[in-house]
């Protein structure tokens, strides 16, 4: 089956970390950690509020260990670089379950000046 990806546009959104990164298990019984294609680097959850308008919701994005920077603690305003929203769909035990599953290449600071000078004041 052919793989459909959307990419958001995101004009207007704003993207806040409201669970910082966490390790993907991929198997919670065996404790395995996912990794991307390459068999080598290790994916970890985001979870994002995701801003537009008057309306908000959280959505988890998946990202490679080398998409994540220092600075994305709770509260930091982020950029998702190269977005993709896929859909998804389970049916088990007569009920059916869909929906989107996030992944980008990296995530950025919105504002990268904003992140020391909050850890300069706190050292303070």
Known sequence: MARITVRPDLTG?????????????KDMETGEIAVDRDGKTRLFTVQL???????AQVI????PETGLIDGL???????????IASPWGNAFGGQVT????????????????AAPAKAEAAAK
């Open 73 to 83: 603690a709770l509260g930091a305003i982020v950029r998702p670089v190269g977005l």
């Open 13 to 25: 959104v704003t993207h806040i970390v409201a669970v910082p990164p966490t390790v993907k298990v």
């Open 98 to 113: 869909v929906g989107l599953a996030y992944r980008a290449e990296s995530l950025e600071l919105a504002n990268p000046t």
């Open 60 to 63: 988890k994005v998946t990202v």
């Open 49 to 55: 509020m995701e801003t537009f308008g008057l309306q």
